[in-house]
């Protein structure tokens, strides 16, 4: 039973940060709130990991990853199974960066 209520919990949890994330309304409240709640290291990887994506969807070769953003060759191939059949999140997150191009660095 307790092992289920923390599962409830956790699922709770995780779908307030989704909605808290998607109303946050803008970039710099976005990064705001990723600095307060993860460490430096986790907002590395996180942004790391996110490097990955377009890459991948450009047809970016694993070991040409690696070599650009030095995300280990596992990592990549972790992350192409999920933009190929995770949840669509990696894909959601592509097409609303094609859609709004205007708040990409560099």
Known sequence: MKQREDAARAETARADLAHVLA????????????????????IEALADRWSVVPLLADGMPYRQIHDVTGVSVTTVGRIARCLDAGAGGYRAALEHRREHPEGLAG
């Not at 109303?23 to 986790?42: I, M, N, Y």
């Open 23 to 42: 109303r946050l309304g803008d970039a710099a409240a976005v990064d705001a709130f990723l600095e307060d709640l993860c460490t430096p290291a986790e």
